[in-house]
């Protein structure tokens, strides 16, 4: 994370060569949500390989600006889930606190008893308690509405199910410690998991994809403002 810019570009660069080289040009997508992050990988990738496909999934909830910019670009591919965002939260509840944290109470509720031992403060790592505790969030236990992270699922996911390629996804690990531990786990090329995925951006910083937009003079989308 701490190497210039331009050595960056280079090892992203490897990491999509490696990908397209093992799955094939007709094999592998880029996932395009219009964001920034997508929108630099994109600009690499097709730089490299024009002829890629982008996916774009419109989950009804994006901003006009966004659905604009990406339908100014070429090779895009747009889906949509099969139910909008009323239809799940009223199905499944809503991810609050964050998707995670919803995650673990949907499962306490359901009887898991590593997510129950979380909510509770007592799971633990070793001889110690684990970091990924959560007692301050276990009053959602009794919270009158569900708590859950499927809306993700449906929206976003699901509808990346029917295409039978292997995407390249404009994540940073400094987003999440998700991504963070994910990232030390696989490195950017995920070839050996269940659902295999590259990352080849993992190890940028926000500043790194902020100082490409300016160098590059890349386009994005209005409601980002002007990249200074």
């Given at each position: ?7 960056k ?8 060569r490696?990908?397209v ?49 990406v ?7 747009v889906?949509?889930p ?11 509840g ?13 499962g306490a ?34 919270a ?18 029917n ?30 998991s ?16 902020l ?18």
């Open positions: 994370q701490a190497l210039p810019l331009d050595v570009i280079r090892k992203t660069q490897q990491r999509i490696e990908w080289d093992y799955y094939g040009e007709d094999g592998v997508y880029v996932s395009f949500s219009g964001g920034k992050d997508s929108t630099v990988l994109l600009d690499i990738v097709r730089k490299m390989y024009p002829g890629i496909e982008a996916v774009f999934v419109n989950t009804g909830l994006e901003y006009p600006e966004i659905v604009d910019f339908k100014r670009h070429e090779n895009v591919t889906l949509r099969k139910k909008n965002f009323r239809q799940v939260l009223t199905q499944y809503y991810p609050v606190i964050s998707k995670e944290v919803s995650n673990v109470v949907r509720r359901n009887g898991s008893i590593s997510r129950i031992k979380r909510l509770n403060g007592e799971l633990m790592n070793g001889d110690k308690l684990s970091d990924f505790n959560i007692p301050q969030y276990k009053f959602l236990l009794d009158p509405f569900n708590s859950s992270d499927i809306c993700c699922v449906e929206m976003k996911k699901k509808p990346f199910h295409i039978k390629k292997f995407p390249m996804i404009g994540q940073l690990a400094e987003e999440s410690e998700k991504r963070r531990r994910n990232w030390e786990k696989t490195g950017c090329n995920a070839f050996q269940k659902y295999p995925q590259s990352n080849p951006l993992s190890f940028w910083t926000n500043n790194d994809i100082t490409y937009i300016h160098t590059y003079e890349l386009p994005i989308a209005s409601v980002y403002g002007d990249v200074v």
